[in-house]
């Protein structure tokens, strides 16, 4: 589907449940990975990405599709939830082992299968934050929220370009980092 096709159902939604239901369902796996990435706890991505839905339902009224794609204007709304977030709580949130499964997971999912992810994601989590700020905003808009670098610049409030380029040397540390390079 299109970034039309979702700016369009965005519309529609404001009156039509069926289109706000196929908006919800489509974004939100997509913004809950991009806030889980950032906090690394799920009771707190759960918050966030209430919060985020939440305000997106209160503010559908006020999307203008001529300023930005629906998905900018709702991860810009995920990255300031997420800011206020981050304020209300100072402290930095350590890892648990249960965070780093996935709730959704088969229950047929094997045990060493379920341990090598969870491996897998604790070292790309701690690689991720020897990222400085940005370099992990724009990694994490990227792959868990799944947006282009149009999209990201427009919420980071900087040029495509630097987007773009900043991502390229976010992955080469990234790849540095897991001792790919």
Same mark, same amino acid.
């Given at each position: ?56 339902? +209160?503010?559908?009224?006020?999307? =203008?599709?001529?300023?930005? !794609?629906?998905?900018?204007? $709702?991860?810009?709304?995920?990255? %300031? @939830? ?57 990694? +994490?808009?990227?792959?868990?929220? =799944?947006?282009?670098?149009? !999209?990201?610049?427009?919420? $980071?409030?900087?040029?495509?370009? %630097? @987007? ?18």
């Amino acid at each position: 589907m299109t970034k039309e096709f979702y700016n369009e159902l965005a519309t529609r939604a404001t009156t039509d449940e069926e289109a706000f239901e196929e908006l919800y369902e489509y974004f939100f796996p997509r913004v809950y990975n991009f806030i889980f990435a950032r906090l690394k706890n799920v009771a707190d991505a759960d918050d966030v990405t209430s919060i985020t839905f939440m305000k997106m339902n +209160e503010n559908l009224d006020s999307y =203008d599709p001529t300023k930005a !794609a629906f998905s900018t204007w $709702l991860f810009r709304i995920a990255n %300031n @939830a997420l800011i206020d977030h981050t304020r209300r709580h100072d402290k930095k949130n350590e890892t648990e082992w249960d965070d780093l499964l996935d709730p959704a997971a088969p229950d047929r999912e094997e045990p060493e299968a379920v341990i090598m992810t969870g491996e897998t994601n604790r070292e790309l989590l701690a690689a991720l934050d020897k990222l400085n700020e940005r370099e992990r905003r724009i990694v +994490e808009l990227k792959f868990w929220g =799944d947006l282009d670098t149009h !999209a990201i610049a427009e919420i $980071l409030s900087m040029t495509e370009g %630097n @987007a773009r380029v900043t991502l390229h040397r976010a992955l080469g540390k990234l790849k540095n980092i897991l001792g790919d390079g």
